[in-house]
């Protein structure tokens, strides 16, 4: 069983870089989220989906893209990368509403 | 405006004691509350969950005391043990889906 399948594991992009981090599920859950984790501040909500086709900001989406074509795949795009978004992302999923979110392992990304 | 708040921020306790962490949230919409677990270098798993139609759930060592007229509910770890050194995090979610986690405390349980 992958579980929830993060790539890259880690990243360093160059200010004004766009990259898209992927996030992939093998358990049909209809829920997805992308979180941002910075020391002291847990973990932000950036955008999350509730089923394929719907999408929804979260509380720090500026700066961030989503799609969700897919119930397995929920891709994070970063545009013009700033150093501001040097942070560890973490992609989750879930089944149902009031379940266990599993989450992935995160991506490290370094904006320089 | 953050909607869940975690206290105290960091947290030391000696093997074989009692380690409590509180949370208090402000959304009354909330309905399901989860406190997760994160190594370093890992992603959090679910440690242990409870609905506000309990005041406590347990699940071996880890409790949780939820208190709907003050919103707030709290993690209690028992026999603390130098293994549960990690970052605790609380959450709550509601209708709309939103998980919304709390800042995380760093729990160390020294020998």
């Known amino acids: 069983n992958a579980g929830v399948t993060q790539t890259p594991k880690f990243r360093i992009l160059k200010i004004g870089q766009s990259m898209t981090l992927q996030c992939t599920q093998d358990?049909?859950?209809?829920?997805m989220y992308w979180y941002r984790q910075d020391p002291g501040m847990g973990l932000k909500l950036i955008y999350y989906?509730?089923?394929?086709?719907?999408?929804d900001k979260g509380e720090v989406p500026n700066g961030y893209n989503v799609s969700r074509s897919t119930t397995e795949d929920f891709p994070l795009r970063l545009e013009l990368a700033a150093p501001s978004q040097t942070s560890v992302y973490f992609c989750?999923?879930?089944?149902?509403?009031?379940?266990?979110?599993?989450f992935g392992q995160g991506t490290r990304l370094t904006v320089v | 405006q953050q909607q869940v708040k975690q206290s105290p921020q960091s947290l030391i306790v000696q093997k074989g004691g009692i380690s409590i962490i509180n949370c208090a949230y402000e959304?009354?919409?909330?309905?399901?509350f989860p406190w997760y677990q994160q190594f370093p270098g890992k992603g959090p798993a679910l440690l242990i969950a409870?609905?506000?139609?309990?005041s406590e759930k347990k699940e071996g060592r880890f409790t949780i005391s939820f208190n709907k007229s003050a919103k707030q509910f709290s993690l209690h770890i028992m026999d603390s043990q130098p293994g549960d050194s990690a970052t605790y995090f609380c959450?709550?979610?509601?209708?709309?889906?939103?998980?919304?986690f709390g800042k995380g405390i760093t729990l160390s349980v020294r020998p």
């Open positions: 989906s509730v089923g394929a086709g719907i999408t």
């Open positions: 409870i609905r506000p139609d309990v």
């Open positions: 358990m049909n859950h209809n829920y």
């Open positions: 989750a999923s879930r089944g149902r509403r009031n379940t266990e979110a599993f």
């Open positions: 959304n009354t919409a909330f309905d399901y």
């Open positions: 959450a709550a979610t509601g209708a709309n889906s939103k998980l919304t």
